[in-house]
């Protein structure tokens, strides 16, 4: 079975720090591009971040680009973001999503979210 | 940046009736839209990609359609697990975009 699951989300005042996690498994993870998508609480999706199979292209959303950093590591299994000068408006859930990767970028599957909630 | 524009925000539906769901583009995204559907506290769930090509295990009663900057997803008969949010998606141009929803509620 094909799954994502994500941790490291939580409190942080503004201007804080967090390293999001996504781990990975049934799938070879080593082949597939990922992506991170927010949702802030009520609101709609959001496209964050996206990142080749090999880490060699990098994309982020004009609102993270800056302060977020996507990373990957093949060999665990596993997706990162790496959150900083954290502002209220970061305030979401954030979700990785296996992409369809080649010429299309659909989400398939989605993780089970992890919270962050910027407030001083 | 391309603009999803999905409409309505909210429909209202009677079990076993049809709900069309319409999403725009601000500009040609030829067929490279997906569709998704939310429940309250899961994550999105893929239900069509390439605008009209549902995904495993999606139901028959789903399907979408559309090219360029009109797209449509119908549920030809509603069932109660089909009451959810629905939101297209954009891939032809980066930053990928999400529409804003719609909210498929019980009439």
């Known amino acids: 079975e094909v799954q994502l699951v994500e941790s490291g989300g939580g409190l942080v005042q503004p201007g804080g720090s967090l390293r999001l996690s996504c781990a990975a498994s049934?799938?070879?993870?080593?082949?597939?591009?990922m992506n991170w998508v927010r949702q802030a609480p009520g609101k709609g999706l959001e496209w964050v971040s996206y990142?080749?199979?090999?880490?060699?292209?990098?994309r982020y959303a004009d609102s993270v680009r800056g302060r977020f950093t996507i990373s990957r590591d093949n060999a665990k299994n596993s997706l990162y973001l790496q959150i900083n000068s954290l502002r209220v408006e970061d305030t979401a859930v954030y979700y990785c999503?296996?992409?369809?990767?080649?010429?299309?970028?659909?989400?398939?599957?989605w993780g089970q979210g992890t919270l962050v909630t910027v407030s001083s | 940046e391309i603009v999803m524009t999905q409409s309505p925000a909210t429909l209202s539906v009677s079990p076993g009736e049809r709900a069309t769901l319409s999403c725009r583009a601000s500009?040609?995204?030829?067929?490279?839209l997906a569709w998704y559907q939310q429940k309250p506290g899961q994550a999105p769930r893929l239900l069509i990609s390439?605008?009209?090509t549902r995904a495993t295990g999606i139901p028959a009663r789903f399907s979408g359609s559309g090219s360029g900057t009109e797209f449509t997803l119908t549920i030809s008969s509603l069932q109660s697990e089909d009451f959810a949010v629905y939101y297209c998606?954009?891939?032809?141009?980066?930053?990928?975009?999400f529409g804003q929803g719609t909210k498929l509620e019980i009439k």
């Open positions: 990142i080749s199979s090999s880490g060699s292209d990098i």
């Open positions: 390439g605008a009209s």
């Open positions: 998606q954009q891939y032809n141009n980066w930053p990928l975009s």
């Open positions: 049934g799938f070879t993870f080593s082949s597939y591009e």
């Open positions: 500009q040609s995204v030829i067929t490279n």
């Open positions: 999503a296996r992409d369809s990767s080649g010429w299309s970028n659909w989400f398939d599957p």
